[in-house]
Every structure is written in C-alpha cells, then in structure tokens.
C-alpha cells in the first residue's frame, strides 16, 4: 500500500477561506472584527517565526491582531500585568503567550492568568479540564486541527484503536481527550513506556508527538493506518524533520502527515477558529468552530 498525502496546507486553506467569509458577514452586521493578541518574550528566532505567521493568517482572514514583544528579562509580575490589560480589553477575544519563556518565568501560572475564555491555545486547566469531562471549550490547537484532519479522511473512530507518542501538556494529553471524546480506544506512550513499539503496532490512528527524527521506523506501521506526525525537528540548515521515517511508513500506511506541511499549518488555523469562537461567544453571536 502506498499511502495517501494528508495535505494540511490545503485543509488549512480551505477553513481559512471559510472563515473570511464568516468574518466578512459579521462585520456586514456591524460586529467589530474578532481580535487576537500574542506575546512574543525574548528573541527565539523560531518563534519570531511562528508569530509572523500567525499575524499574516489574521490578516488574511480579517481578524484584527495586536503583538507585543516584551523582553526576555522582564519579571513575572510585569509579564501578569500585560496579560491583565488584554483580559480587560474588549476589543481582544483571544490571548497567546508564545513559548517557550525565559528561564526565569512560571509558565503554569501565566497560563492560569488568562481568562478561560480568552485561552485560544487551549492550554488553560479550566478548559483542559471542560475537554477530560467532555464538555468541550476552546480546545488545544494541535490536537484540534488534528482531529479536523481526521474528520476530513472521513475516519471511523468508534471501535478504533489509536496510540499516541508523547504525553505533553500541549499535545499528548489533550489529543488523548479529544480521541476520547471521539469514541476511540486511547494507548498514550511516553518516556517511562517499556513496550512503545508493540503498541504503535496496534495502531488504527498512530500519532507521535515527541520531536525526535527517526523514533518511528516505517515497520511499526499497521498496514492501513493513519499516520500524524507532530513531530517538528528544526536541522541545520533550518529544514524541518518529523518524528516518522516518512518514506518507509508510506508504503504500509492508508494517509500520512508530511513534515512540513502537516500537521503545522493545522494547528495555525485552529487557533483562527478558537479566536472566532471566544469572539462569537463575547459578541453573543451563535457560531461553533467544531
Ligand atoms: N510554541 C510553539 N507552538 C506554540 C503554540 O501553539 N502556542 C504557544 N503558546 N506557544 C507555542
């Protein structure tokens, strides 16, 4: 079997198009424009990356985006306060705080210092939590643009199996939840896992979030599969590897994720789609991302 391409820069553009849409008609009714700030902390150059991004995908859409730069040295305290003012500001729908931080700043309660319900990335215990009980929020932008990716294959979750490498806080975890909450049978490997491979080989759905290039030889694919790789390993000359060996798992997969053009470009547009929702939803206008 030779595996078809899950092509997420197409998807994601797709969704793009439908949401300057939906925007446009809500400025016709004279709503303002959905607002996104992000907090850019010091001067990682990939990050500086993903934050260009995210402003040109605003823009594209027509939602309304304001970027704050802060130095790598300011404290905690200051780095709460601009969080407050964007909590208190009505013309802001969603807040991300791009990571990683400095050294020095607690993430954990950075993020509990957003309003749940200006969380647009999803890492929020609140709304972590709302997606554990199945009542679903804003949700965690990679797991959710990876559940749309599955939706658009037309994938049969109920009774399937799906076994998902990595259990961090921003990907393995919710992404457990959301095929939880989708009726799939969940295995999540992680360091301490003894058996990872037996496991992989299991899967209907295999997803591997570490950012390790190689840890998922082709042979651990089920033949048949869906494979998604969340992997994103920067190379050298600044080329991007994933965590699957791509060309060996092509040839007993049914779909696969490349790296880049995956996975990425989904995780871009979901936080569109939750900026959308908390807007809809402070605008009082009834509109669902999902
Ligand atoms: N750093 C890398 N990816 C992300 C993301 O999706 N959200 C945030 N806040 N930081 C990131």
């Not at 907090?39 to 500086?48: E, F, K, N, Q, T």
């Not at 990356?49 to 995210?54: C, E, H, Q, S, T």
């Not at 591997?208 to 290039?213: L, R, Y």
Request: hydrophobic residues 40%.
């Amino acid at each position: 079997m030779t595996a078809q391409i899950l092509d997420g820069n197409a998807l994601a553009k797709r969704i793009r198009q439908r949401l300057q849409g939906v925007v446009a008609e809500w400025k016709n009714q004279g709503f303002r424009p959905p607002g996104l700030a992000v907090i850019l902390v010091g001067d990682d150059p990939a990050s500086a990356v993903y934050v260009k991004g995210k402003r040109r995908d605003c823009e594209e859409v027509g939602v309304y985006s304001k970027a704050l730069h802060l130095d790598a040295a300011i404290d905690q305290a200051e780095l709460e306060a601009h969080i407050d003012d964007l909590n208190a500001d009505p013309n802001i729908d969603g807040i991300l705080v791009q990571s990683p931080l400095s050294p020095h700043h607690d993430e954990d309660r950075i993020i509990d210092r957003i309003l749940p319900n200006k969380d647009v990335d999803g890492f929020h215990a609140y709304n972590i939590g709302c997606l554990a009980l199945r009542r679903p929020t804003l949700r965690s932008c990679t797991p959710m643009g990876v559940m749309q990716m599955l939706d658009h294959i037309g994938t049969q979750y109920k009774g399937s199996h799906a076994t998902i490498i990595g259990a961090s806080n921003h990907v393995g975890r919710p992404m457990s939840l959301e095929l939880l909450l989708a009726g799939v049978t969940v295995t999540t490997a992680h360091k301490f896992t003894t058996n990872t491979e037996e496991m992989a080989r299991q899967a209907d759905i295999l997803i591997s979030a570490v950012g390790k290039p190689g840890l998922v030889p082709g042979d651990w694919i089920k033949e048949g599969a869906t494979v998604i790789d969340v992997g994103i390993t920067r190379g050298d000359n600044n080329n991007l590897f994933g965590d699957v060996e791509f060309e060996a798992a092509k040839e007993r997969a049914a779909w696969i994720t490349p790296v880049p053009g995956g996975v990425g470009p989904m995780t871009r547009v979901a936080l569109l789609q939750n900026t959308m929702q908390a807007a809809a939803s402070h605008l009082g206008i009834s509109w669902k991302a999902l």
